[in-house]
């Protein structure tokens, strides 16, 4: 409670959290504006009886990012995950290029991938908006008479949304608090909790939920939690060991550290970039499939990419595991560890320091594995929930799963920006106003 009290006290702090909130606001204002051209009135009535029917898997995937804004077909209908998926090819196609890796670890590289990557944003939201006019056709929502005209407006009208999107989350990364693009996406989970609560309490009511049921799936909730921050913040401690060094006059070196490896040192991001990377597909294949004159082998696939599909739940398990592996060796490099550790007259006690990065490599190893496995059983836990308990889908998406990890994790990042931030104003008011004075004065 302190701690919350200190944060308005902090003007710094309070004028960032205030930003972040104003920014939040404004994007779940665009959330539930319907893009023009869309009959808004057909548009709830499809998706009301979708809903009635336990019938809108695809739509609920869709909105589970997004806080409802892709069944609203709204400007921000399509989020973060644009730019997200496109990060993921960007980063694929600096290791297939080694030139381009190179080029980027330049002075001014950074700022040209950035770009390449906005660029690239832009082609894939018009793939996608392109997709979201094929489905708003097949489910006749289209209030315009020249449809043409309808797929150039919705077109051009997704994509800036999603761009605007993007530009949102780098202004609570550079003026607010925490990462924005996470925070957008933590907005958009957070957006769909008070509809799943309603939803839950009127299945109770209907009898169609068992109320212990419901009380055991709370409790295995908490636990959850409890487990995923107890893993957050586990650490795998390397000694590191410096020698002394002599220059001039001065001694320096000597001194003990430790390289902390997290348990689960990819954190949220393979969740985020296994989801994302079956999007795009997924909203391909089943914009095409809802026509009733779709080919056979369309709709088939359209099943098999199911979100609450056994097939489906494999397959993002293969991705989780892929991406933790692949966004571990691209941020912590054994090569380059070993190499700085080398570089600065540092060895690791037991080892040869020319085993250096093969002692690294290892121990990642030995924590990706068992952390992608983690991260898998909880994205496939809505899954079990819904067909053990019987929950709505809505309900069993926020008890675990992607939705779980990512709030969580942004939670602990943010937090830890924010104690960062009291830690700093504190030790300003020490300089400032203690008792302390140079020896020069």
């Keep these: 409670m302190s701690t919350i009290g200190n944060i308005f006290k902090v003007g ?3 004028s960032r959290i205030l930003f972040t909130f104003a920014v939040l606001a404004l994007y779940r204002l665009g959330c ?3 893009i023009p051209g869309v009959d808004a009135v057909a548009l709830f009535e499809y998706f009301n009886t979708l809903s009635q029917q336990n019938n809108n898997a695809f739509a609920s995937y869709m909105d589970f990012f997004v806080g409802g804004a892709f069944s609203n077909f709204s400007v921000f209908m399509l989020g973060v995950m644009p730019y997200i998926s496109t990060q993921i090819i960007m980063q694929l196609v600096l290791i297939i290029f080694p030139s381009l890796k190179r080029m980027v670890m330049e002075e001014g590289g950074q700022q040209k991938m950035q770009m390449w990557t906005r660029v690239g944003t832009i082609f894939v939201c018009i793939i996608q908006s392109f997709a979201v006019t094929f489905y708003a056709k097949n489910i006749g929502v289209i209030s315009l008479n020249n449809e043409i005209a309808f797929k150039a407006l919705a077109i051009l009208t997704v994509t800036t949304g999603s761009m605007i999107t993007v530009w949102l989350g780098d202004q609570i990364t550079a003026r607010g608090i925490g990462n924005g693009i996470s925070i957008m996406i933590f907005a958009g989970i957070v957006a769909r909790m008070p509809s799943a609560v309603v ?6 009511r ?6 212990v049921f ?10 959850i939690v ?5 893993e957050e913040s586990g650490e795998r401690k390397i000694p590191v060991h410096y020698a002394k060094r002599v220059v001039g006059r001065k001694m320096y070196g000597g001194q003990n550290t430790y390289i902390p490896f ?3 040192p990819s954190n949220v991001i393979p969740l985020i970039f296994a989801s994302s990377f079956l999007t795009l597909p997924l909203q391909l294949i089943s914009s095409v499939a809802s026509n009733s004159g779709a080919a056979r082998w369309v709709q088939k696939l359209a099943v098999f990419l199911n979100p609450m599909g056994i097939w489906y739940n494999i397959l993002l398990v293969v991705l989780i595991i892929f991406f933790a592996y692949f966004y571990t060796q691209v941020t912590l490099n054994p090569t380059e560890i070993a190499k700085q550790i080398r570089e600065n007259g540092g060895s690791i006690p037991g080892v040869r320091t020319d085993k250096t990065e093969e002692y690294l490599q290892r121990i990642l190893n030995r924590l990706v594995l068992p952390g992608s496995l983690f991260l898998a059983a909880i994205a496939v836990l809505p899954t079990l929930i819904q067909k053990i308990f019987g929950f709505p889908q809505s309900v069993a998406m926020l ?17 830890s920006q924010i104690e960062a931030l009291l830690r700093m104003h504190k030790q300003d008011g020490l300089m400032k106003k203690g008792r302390i004075r140079s020896r020069n004065l």
């Design 199 to 204: 939803e839950l309490a009127e299945s109770v």
């Design 32 to 34: 539930v504006l319907t």
């Design 399 to 415: 008890m675990g799963g992607t939705s779980l990890i990512i709030m969580v994790g942004v939670d602990l990042d943010t937090m």
């Design 214 to 223: 419901v009380i055991v799936a709370l409790l295995l909730f908490v636990g």
């Design 206 to 211: 209907a009898g169609e939920l068992n109320i």
């Design 226 to 230: 409890a487990v995923v921050v107890y």
């Design 12 to 14: 710094e702090l309070r």
């Design 262 to 264: 997290k348990v689960n």
